[in-house]
């Protein structure tokens, strides 16, 4: 099984969804050179946790050389949209033809159609909750007919049933976790650093675990980066530490997560830290939020040190259930075992790869050809 990233946040799923299956299936990384790749830092932090080992970064030339040589019996297709379409294009024409998955880093709902046609031709793809197999299913039906949905939680998140802040230390500690799209105005962002400082006033450690530092590329451009926000306020952010690094290092007792909307929530709910969604700026498909109503998370800036004080927010252990901490076994590794079963009886993989064609497809294309810069630490062919 050979697993093919292209930023940071899908190097994490890709290489803990390898983790994730085990003995069963020898998996490798590789990255694809690409506008997006990550830094040495960001590989080593995508990487931690895992039995991996930091990913080879190949040219796109390289990467269909590769597959060519020494085809695997899957081809797990962790990349942006545009990537992911070249990808499975390239993928298609090579004999025999891989079994192909494609998936995914975090919050999937709303279903977004274009990540779904972007992905046509995938034998499968990755759900993390039912909410969101439910979804994509009905996506998928009109854009992707022959991509077969199946349900998996977040290969990254640890094991156990821990929803919610089981623990209910006192918060001492507070984590905000950002997102790179939301909320996409500057002043709404400032007055998320104005929240963190009084939270920090009120005796609390607040720590912003950032995705990458101003010089390091993520998977979604930030127009805003807090860092840098803080950074040019007058008189800062006193009592705010910006961080970077595995999230799971930051989730201990007494510590609390915050975010605007993340898949950060899930990881921290399943170790079961307390999390508090600001709904400050409204509860709409813009702020990629409108899943956590009914969550029991949902709360006010002005609210949230008391809320905190008691312990954070009580989750509603129903919509946990329905928004990725199911107790249903992965669908994957069987899903799996049956089509690459299926192939190696008849010769061959699925329906083929769409063709490459217009000018979006020779765009996804051309920024893969061009020169990128490669991450450091990280080995290059």
């Given at each position: 099984?050979?697993?093919v990233a292209d930023s940071?946040?899908?190097l994490?799923?890709a290489?803990?969804?390898?983790?994730?299956?085990g003995?069963?299936?020898?998996?490798?990384l590789?990255l694809?050179?690409?506008?997006v790749?990550?830094?040495g830092?960001?590989v080593?932090?995508?990487v931690?946790?895992?039995?991996?080992?930091?990913?080879?970064?190949?040219?796109?030339?390289?990467?269909?050389?590769?597959?060519?040589?020494d085809?695997?019996?899957?081809?797990?297709?962790a990349?942006?949209?545009?990537?992911?379409r070249?990808?499975?294009?390239?993928?298609?024409?090579?004999?025999?033809?891989p079994?192909?998955?494609?998936?995914?880093?975090?919050?999937?709902?709303?279903a977004?159609?274009?990540?779904?046609?972007?992905?046509?031709?995938?034998?499968?793809?990755?759900?993390?909750?039912?909410?969101e197999?439910?979804?994509l299913?009905?996506?998928?039906?009109?854009?992707?007919?022959?991509?077969?949905?199946?349900?998996?939680?977040?290969?990254?998140?640890?094991?156990?049933?821990?929803?919610?802040?089981?623990d209910?230390?006192?918060?001492?500690?507070?984590?905000?976790?950002?997102?790179?799209?939301v909320?996409?105005?500057?002043?709404?962002?400032?007055r998320?650093?104005?929240?963190?400082?009084g939270?920090?006033?009120?005796?609390?450690?607040?720590?912003?675990?950032?995705?990458?530092?101003?010089a390091?590329?993520?998977t979604?451009?930030e127009?805003?980066?807090?860092d840098?926000?803080?950074a040019?306020?007058?008189?800062?952010?006193?009592?705010v530490?910006f961080?970077?690094?595995?999230?799971?290092?930051?989730?201990?007792?007494?510590t609390?997560?915050?975010t605007?909307?993340?898949?950060?929530a899930l990881e921290?709910?399943?170790?079961?830290?307390?999390?508090?969604?600001?709904?400050?700026?409204?509860?709409r498909d813009?702020l990629?939020?409108?899943?956590?109503?009914?969550?029991?998370?949902?709360?006010?800036?002005?609210?949230?040190?008391?809320v905190l004080?008691v312990?954070?927010?009580?989750?509603?252990?129903?919509?946990?259930?329905?928004?990725?901490l199911h107790?249903?076994?992965?669908?994957l590794?069987?899903?799996?075992h049956?089509?690459?079963?299926?192939?190696?009886?008849?010769?061959?993989?699925?329906?083929g790869?769409p063709?490459?064609?217009?000018?979006?497809?020779?765009?996804?294309?051309?920024?893969l050809?061009?020169?990128?810069?490669?991450?450091?630490?990280?080995?290059?062919?």
């Amino acid at each position: 099984m050979l697993a093919v990233a292209d930023s940071d946040s899908y190097l994490k799923w890709a290489a803990a969804t390898l983790d994730a299956l085990g003995d069963g299936f020898a998996g490798r990384l590789a990255l694809v050179a690409s506008p997006v790749l990550p830094s040495g830092a960001q590989v080593a932090a995508a990487v931690a946790g895992t039995a991996l080992r930091p990913p080879v970064v190949r040219r796109v030339g390289g990467l269909v050389r590769r597959l060519r040589r020494d085809p695997p019996d899957v081809l797990l297709v962790a990349c942006t949209g545009p990537t992911a379409r070249v990808v499975l294009a390239l993928a298609g024409r090579v004999r025999p033809r891989p079994v192909t998955v494609v998936g995914l880093p975090g919050w999937a709902l709303p279903a977004s159609p274009r990540a779904v046609a972007l992905r046509r031709g995938a034998d499968l793809f990755v759900a993390h909750s039912r909410a969101e197999r439910a979804a994509l299913e009905r996506v998928a039906a009109q854009l992707a007919p022959g991509t077969r949905v199946v349900l998996s939680r977040l290969p990254f998140l640890p094991d156990g049933d821990r929803p919610g802040g089981v623990d209910r230390s006192p918060v001492r500690r507070v984590v905000f976790a950002p997102q790179a799209l939301v909320p996409a105005a500057r002043p709404e962002r400032e007055r998320l650093l104005d929240g963190l400082v009084g939270l920090a006033a009120a005796g609390y450690e607040v720590v912003v675990k950032l995705r990458g530092r101003a010089a390091e590329r993520q998977t979604h451009d930030e127009r805003w980066p807090f860092d840098e926000l803080a950074a040019a306020r007058p008189g800062g952010t006193p009592g705010v530490r910006f961080e970077t690094g595995p999230l799971a290092s930051w989730l201990g007792p007494g510590t609390a997560l915050v975010t605007v909307s993340s898949t950060a929530a899930l990881e921290a709910l399943a170790s079961g830290v307390p999390v508090a969604l600001v709904d400050d700026f409204g509860v709409r498909d813009e702020l990629i939020n409108t899943a956590f109503r009914g969550s029991g998370l949902l709360v006010g800036l002005a609210e949230l040190p008391a809320v905190l004080a008691v312990g954070g927010p009580v989750p509603d252990r129903a919509w946990l259930a329905g928004h990725g901490l199911h107790p249903e076994p992965s669908e994957l590794p069987g899903a799996l075992h049956g089509l690459v079963g299926a192939a190696a009886r008849s010769g061959a993989a699925g329906a083929g790869a769409p063709a490459l064609r217009g000018p979006a497809d020779l765009r996804a294309l051309a920024r893969l050809l061009a020169p990128a810069p490669v991450a450091q630490t990280v080995r290059r062919r």
